[in-house]
């Protein structure tokens, strides 16, 4: 299928999965060969800067996205206008779940750094899976995975005793993912904003802003700009409840 750009942007787009050489474990990417090559004649390529929203919170869904690379914000919006959010990282499948049931996609997608993101039709992808017995098992054991995350997620949101305590799960699972060691301790780059955060862990803006001042005051964590620096895992650690 012949590929498209969203919007003019810097790097290559690759369009063949076959051709990419992340093939994260795991993925539709990392399917056998022969799979590959059919995979590949249904991919549409789209290239997206931040800010882009890919797809909407109760729109149909159409198809599923995969972010090969780049960042997606995930947002699911309340009646009462309360949100929460979490982050989707490359190599994840978006829209599979509503896209099997035919159903309408359960949050909105909006990309947080510039990427690559392919999409399939909802109606091609079906027809694959369909094809593929090798496929159709690697979306049963994605959605199975979406789940424990999901599952996992929800359990440090519920019965975490504090929002001191979220919010500390929420930096030492960051630590563990991306962090890097240095002389000044483990170091983050932080893109999100503090209402951003605040969603994540189903809090408040002031409430993230004066857990930030608090740790950085009792030398827990440097701040410079989007830098974040974990001067004492330990003490965050000690957040967590038993």
Known sequence: MKSSMSLSHPFDIIDRCSQCHLRI???FCDLPETVL????AIIQTNFYSPGIRIFAEGQLARGVFILCSGRVKFSLTSSNGKSLMRIAETGEILGLSATLANAPYEA?????????VNFIRREYFMQFLEAHGAASLRAAQILSRNYQTMYQEIKSLVLADSVAEKFARLLLGWCARDGKDTENGIHLKISLTHTEIAQMIGSSRETVTRLFGELKNKQVIQLKGSNLFICNKAALERFISS
Do not use: T
């Not at 090559?37 to 590949?40: A, C, G, K, S």
């Not at 909105?108 to 690559?116: F, I, R, T, V, Y």
């Open 25 to 27: 474990a795991g993925s």
């Open 37 to 40: 090559r059919d995979f590949d």
């Open 108 to 116: 909105s997608a909006e990309m947080l750094e510039a990427g690559q």
